[in-house]
C-alpha cells in the first residue's frame, strides 16, 4: 500500500473551488463517474496538520462495477478509503443524493492505516479528481501499466 501513499500530496495549497460544507454521512455523485450507480460517501472531514489549514475529506466510493484481475478474480465494486484533499473533492461534486448509503465496511481500517502514514510523513491526500483515482486503481486491479 505504501506505494498507493506515494502518490498523493503531503500538502495541498489549492483555493477557490466553491464553498460547500462537507459532512460525514453525506452522499454525493461525482464528476465522470464510472457508472450511474456510484456515490461516494463522506466518512471523515478533518484538518489532520499542524500548522497548516488544508482540509482532508476521506471517502468511501461505492456502488462500482467489479473488475477482473488477471487471474479471473473479480474485485472491487467499492473502494473503502481514499482520502481528498477538500478544494479538489469539491471542483468533482456534482449532486448530493438524499438515498441513505452507508461507508463501506472496509473503511476504519483503511482510514486508520491512512492516518497512521500520514502521521509518519509518509502518505498525504489526493489532488486529482474522484473519478481518475477509481480510473488508475481499476487500472492495476487489471493489470495495466
Do not use: C
Request: aromatic residues 6%; hydrophobic residues 40%.
Amino acid at each position: 500500500m505504501k506505494g498507493l501513499f506515494g502518490l498523493l500530496s503531503p500538502k495541498s495549497r489549492r483555493r477557490g473551488a466553491p464553498r460547500v460544507q462537507l459532512a460525514p454521512g453525506q452522499v454525493w455523485t461525482f464528476q465522470d463517474q464510472p457508472v450511474p450507480e456510484a456515490r461516494l460517501v463522506i466518512g471523515k472531514v478533518e484538518t489532520p496538520w499542524p500548522d497548516n489549514p488544508d482540509v482532508a475529506v476521506s471517502v468511501s466510493i461505492v456502488g462500482l462495477p467489479k473488475w477482473s484481475m488477471e487471474n479471473g478474480e473479480l474485485v472491487g465494486g467499492t473502494i473503502g478509503h481514499l482520502p481528498f484533499d477538500e478544494a479538489t473533492l469539491l471542483a468533482s461534486l456534482d449532486q448530493q443524493m438524499e438515498e441513505p448509503t452507508q461507508l463501506d465496511e472496509s473503511f476504519e481500517g483503511g482510514y486508520q492505516t491512512w492516518r497512521d502514514a500520514l502521521d509518519k510523513g509518509e502518505a498525504g491526500v489526493f489532488t486529482i479528481p474522484p473519478s481518475e483515482v477509481v480510473n488508475m486503481i481499476a487500472g492495476v486491479a487489471q493489470g495495466d501499466s
